[in-house]
């Protein structure tokens, strides 16, 4: 196939300029960029929410702010770095990345996939509004309830909570339209001869994610409404008076909950064995295990929730089922984690920052992954359960294990997306000083868990002082390392050395046949794979 | 360089914190466990912890060893891989995941079956029998069984907040004391009654491993055997709004003869208080319970000034309600009068006829008509509130 015939297609493609070509664009990298950059802008708000709370934590003691406003941070952060950071990134992935995998010209569904961009600003709006009336004097803030919403607390809440609510429904429509597109497109629109099983493995990841979505998004949907006609149309879901359970709440909540955190990472194990076989010079090892460890993974995700609240009083048949069930996950992973490192094995590497940032990964997703199943354990979490150590746990796999994974993919598709090299020496100094204050800052975290120390506390007591100063001082260097983040991708965007079509020796895979960018339309000419 | 710095910046700052530093320590484990289940899910941990740590430490080697020997620019050539087909390579292949087959459901999940079979059996062998209630933002505690019996209290956080804003050193347990601890005999099997008047809240002393969520409306259980005596203190750990920070758990656990001892102490306070309320109580000693008993319980959202924190917790100063009549025309307390609000509670107001007795409310109810800037006159006496409750 020859690229000088795709990029003469390019001069055909007319489309409105400035402002109106972003507003009104179907073409999937101009949508796929919009998302990225959603989400990096989001990441920079949800940050910079964390750093306040851990300046607040800094010492024992209320220096910055009341508590309300702390409960009101913590809630915020986590619904934006999941919902307005995490996914975003990786539905921007979806759709630059999926058509050019699997030869396809664009998404399936270009209007919905506009449509499900487009719902994304209004709900970031939603969601930190209230925070900006509350300076105002109009209300009491933003949701202050943690953002798992539990009942009776929601329901005491101000209108921040109907804000978030209406933030999450906007967030559930984007999510599905996206997925509805990813499946369609997959299933319709692979170049010939390439068969599900030929598919990369990043499009397998998105497949299973975009049924989860589809599976799980309507039940949040369904629970956070039924929270809403509780607080204003007398319904008792959730209300014990009326006949209602609270648990109920948690038990809805978390069939999503759970699910969801397939969703962020599954896409992320999509593309880190396809950079593992370009730094690694050798072919991705196990595709057939890996693809059959997404969907064992994909079917336990939605039948292991309770695990999340095990101290809330389950009759003992749930705690044993939903235990065992729980620690069934570590099967596939064990898989997947065996079919990286095999894919390293013998190969002939070499460790640019996208390759740093997937061997960091690994490590650190294996600590957030084995914490996880010390975690199955009924007997020792309620210990941990709703501690430190929990939130500790949670950073190593959301954190290390969702951003981490997506800075190796923006490090390993950014040349072929803007046409120029980053600057190595940056992005390798970004991953040592993220990979070491990332630790510094959740490792003295699982120790403050052991010790007894609560999540969702503005403040604590003495013994608990050293570990969190640490965690304190090494958030704030993990916090503005990620200024250099945005400093490389920016000066990447506006120049730099000129990529090659490959951008990486042993890069293989139909995304790097196309020039570096890639033309506005891609394949015009339709590949054959063999 | 960065390091250093950041090395630099922290002695200084631990330097200036010397006060804070004298209580703080580098724990790294779960706190010594004083019952059965404690100890149990501490064994669990430990071993938990070694075995996860041996499989990422192996796991590790092996990448370290690849990333150092299989380089590009030792020249290392990379080989293709082969799916195991032969019978040994296929055994091979499958050891690791009986490894951890057998770590799973044998090695921890037999221990951990046996542990859930331990921790959620509330009744075998109990010998008394509490109720735990969390409410917003204190727990309540009752003694349903044995000789203490028809005992209850209310256990608040004692921490003042000078300490809180730093405007005074912090106590030794800054933030874990209380006025009312729980008290339990040691070396008996408690059986934990749990359960909440308005948001979900988490009963929880690390030492004893014990956590459970206490749901309003609905009796959740748990147990405690403590088997060394000693104070204990734990933290809500299930997020219930601002002052989730600020609702220690504190546990006495004395000997059995202590135990005797406190029990009847503490039913003698039970009779005085009653006796109590059939006086008549002259402004003074209602004014200065009064104060006692606002700042201990209504301070933390009314403020100590009275002035609130609109519009979540609105003021007592020249409050609507704070300045109305009680009692109409044939002396029954009006609905939506000041005392009906105290007894009663409304949305986030908690009702505190169950949390504070007939002197209690008497002294309050006058307290916030005649101080924080209000001085409405009439006093509120014990026999009153004790009329109003029926």
């Known amino acids: ?530 | 360089m960065l390091m250093q710095g950041l090395k630099k910046i922290g002695a200084i700052l631990l330097l200036s914190m010397v006060s804070v530093a004298a209580y703080a320590d580098y724990s790294w484990n779960f706190p010594e466990p004083v019952t059965p289940m404690a100890l149990d899910t501490l064994h669990v941990h430990n071993k938990f912890m070694l075995i996860t740590m041996a499989i990422f430490v192996v796991v590790l080697a092996i990448m370290i060893y690849s990333i150092f020997a299989h380089r590009k620019s030792k020249g290392f050539k990379p080989v293709t891989d082969k799916a195991p087909s032969t019978a040994i390579e296929i055994f091979w292949t499958l050891i690791p995941f009986a490894i951890l087959l057998l770590i799973d459901f044998v090695i921890m999940g037999i221990p951990a079956y046996r542990s859930i079979i331990m921790m959620e059996d509330t009744r075998n062998g109990s010998e008394m029998v509490i109720k735990v209630t969390g409410s917003q933002w204190r727990w309540q505690y009752e003694y349903m069984s044995g000789d203490a019996e028809g005992i209850k209290f209310v256990s608040n956080l004692t921490t003042n907040t000078k300490q809180m804003y730093n405007e005074e050193e912090k106590s030794q347990n800054y933030l874990l004391e209380v006025d009312n601890p729980l008290v339990l005999p040691v070396d008996t099997k408690v059986r934990v009654l749990m359960t909440a008047t308005d948001v979900l809240h988490n009963w929880w002393v690390p030492q004893f491993g014990a956590s459970r969520l206490a749901v309003p409306g609905f009796i959740r259980e748990t147990w405690v055997q403590v088997t060394k005596p000693g104070i204990y203190r734990g933290q809500c750990k299930e997020l219930c709004g601002k002052g989730h920070g600020y609702m220690p758990v504190v546990v006495h656990a004395v000997s059995k003869e202590e135990y005797k001892t406190w029990v009847l102490a503490k039913k003698d306070e039970a009779a005085q208080a009653d006796a109590g309320a059939d006086q008549e109580w002259t402004k003074e000693d209602l004014m200065a319970k009064g104060k006692e008993v606002y700042e201990k319980n209504c301070a933390v959202c009314h403020q100590v000034t009275g002035a609130g924190l609109p519009p979540a917790f609105p003021a007592l100063t020249g409050g609507k309600i704070t300045t109305a009549p009680i009692f109409g025309a044939d002396g029954k307390y009006l609905p939506d009068s000041h005392l009906d609000r105290i007894l009663n509670g409304k949305n986030i107001m908690p009702a505190w006829k169950a949390l504070l007795n007939d002197t209690e409310i008497a002294a309050v109810t006058s307290y916030e008509r005649n101080a924080l800037g209000n001085s409405v006159g009439d006093l509120v006496q014990p026999s009153q509130v004790k009329a109003a409750r029926q």
């Open chain 1, 1 to 530: 196939m020859s690229t000088t015939t795709v990029a003469h297609h390019d001069e055909h493609a007319d489309h409105p300029t400035g402002i109106m070509r972003w507003l009104t664009t179907t073409n999937h990298k101009d949508i796929g960029t919009m998302y990225l950059t959603f989400s990096l802008i989001m990441f920079l708000v949800g940050g910079s929410m964390i750093l306040g709370i851990r300046a607040e934590l800094f010492q024992p003691g209320l220096q910055l702010m009341n508590p309300d406003f702390f409960n009101q941070l913590i809630g915020v952060h986590a619904l934006i770095m999941i919902f307005a950071a995490l996914m975003p990134a990786a539905t921007g992935f979806a759709n630059w990345m999926i058509p050019l995998q699997i030869g396809a010209p664009d998404m399936a569904l270009p209007r919905l996939n506009n449509w499900g961009f487009w719902l994304l600003p209004p709900s970031a709006i939603l969601l930190t509004l209230p925070f900006i009336l509350a300076l105002f004097g109009i209300g009491d803030g933003a949701l202050a309830t943690g953002w798992t919403f539990y009942p009776p607390l929601s329901i005491q809440g101000g209108f921040g909570v109907d804000f978030a609510i209406f933030a999450v429904h906007l967030l559930g429509i984007s999510s599905v339209l996206g997925s509805i597109n990813i499946i369609v497109t997959l299933y319709n629109m692979r170049a010939p001869g390439m068969t599900l099983m030929k598919m990369p493995l990043f499009a397998w990841g998105w497949l299973i994610t975009a049924f989860l979505l589809i599976a799980t998004i309507p039940v949040l949907a369904g629970a956070v409404t039924m929270l809403l006609t509780d607080r204003h149309f007398g319904t008792h879901f959730f209300d014990a008076a009326g006949g209602g359970d609270p648990v109920m709440f948690q038990h809805l909540f978390w069939f999503f909950g759970h699910p969801e955190v397939y969703i962020l990472l599954l896409p992320v194990w999509g593309f880190i064995p396809q950079i593992l076989q370009t730094f690694s010079r050798k072919p991705v090892y196990g595709y057939k295990a890996q693809v059959y460890s997404f969907w064992a993974i994909g079917a336990l995700a939605v039948v292991v929730w309770a695990h999340h609240f095990f101290t809330a009083g389950l009759p003992v048949p749930a705690l044993l089922y939903f235990m065992y069930s729980t620690m069934a996950i570590s099967l596939p992973l064990a898989v997947l984690f065996f079919c990286w490192i095999k894919t390293m094995w013998k190969g002939s590497m070499s460790f640019e920052t996208p390759m740093l940032f997937t061997v960091g990964w690994i490590i650190l997703f294996g600590i957030g992954g084995l914490t996880g199943l010390v975690l199955a354990d009924v007997a020792a979490d309620a210990q941990y359960h709703n501690s430190y150590f929990v939130v500790a746990h949670f950073h190593y796999t959301l954190f290390a294990g969702g951003i981490m994974g997506i800075m190796a993919g923006v490090y390993y598709w950014l040349p072929k997306m803007t046409g120029h090299m980053y600057n190595e020496k940056l992005g390798k100094t970004h991953f040592w000083l993220t990979a070491i204050s990332f630790n510094m800052t959740f490792i003295p975290q699982f120790f403050l868990g052991l010790a007894g120390m609560p999540r969702r506390i503005p403040d604590y007591a003495l013994q608990f002082a050293e570990f969190n100063m640490i965690s304190s001082i090494s958030a704030f260097v993990l916090g503005l390392s990620q200024l250099l983040f945005v400093y490389i991708i920016i000066t990447c965007v506006r120049g730099g050395k000129k990529a090659t079509d490959q951008v990486w020796e042993g890069a293989e895979g139909l995304e790097w046949t196309l020039s570096s960018p890639p033309p506005y339309h891609s394949f015009a000419e339709q590949p054959v794979i063999k």
